[in-house]
Nanobody, 126 residues
Framework: QVQLVESGGGLVQAGGSLRLSCAASGRTFRRYAMGWFRQAPGKEREFVAATTWTGANTYYADSVKGRFTISRDAAKNTVYLQMNSLKPEDTAVYYC???????????????????WGQGTQVTVSS
């Protein structure tokens, strides 16, 4: 069993930065790949970024590539999403998720994840 709690969301002006954190509990957390997804009002949830359980491989949606960075700290059981050069279209509820059995392609599919956090709101003003 893995429990996930996101934090770090808020209101920021366009061009600003935020760092989201996802704190995980559970002895087997280190074996899970971790992903970030987001859902804007009236839209489907979409993939943002993911990292394998070692952290050696990372994946990004084209819309955030070069602006967002996913990382994990195994000692702290925490995954981060550093978001720079934020745009109004980045406004959404951001969710972290954990996936034990994954492939490079499945990490982009929200239906493949086993556990989800409650989400944190990110609002980017223009």
């Amino acid at each position: 069993q893995v429990q996930l709690v996101e934090s770090g969301g808020g209101l920021v002006q366009a061009g600003g930065s935020l760092r989201l954190s996802c704190a995980a509990s559970g002895r087997t957390f280190r074996r899970y790949a971790m992903g970030w997804f987001r859902q804007a009002p009236g839209k489907e949830r979409e993939f943002v970024a993911a990292t394998t359980w070692t952290g050696a491989n990372t994946y990004y949606a084209d819309s955030v590539k070069g602006r967002f960075t996913i990382s994990r700290d195994a000692a702290k059981n925490t995954v981060y999403l550093q978001m720079n050069s934020l745009k109004p279209e980045d406004t959404a509820v951001y969710y972290c998720a954990a996936d034990l059995y994954y492939t490079a392609s499945s990490l982009r599919e929200d239906g493949k994840y086993d556990y989800w956090g409650q989400g944190t709101q990110v609002t980017v003003s223009s």
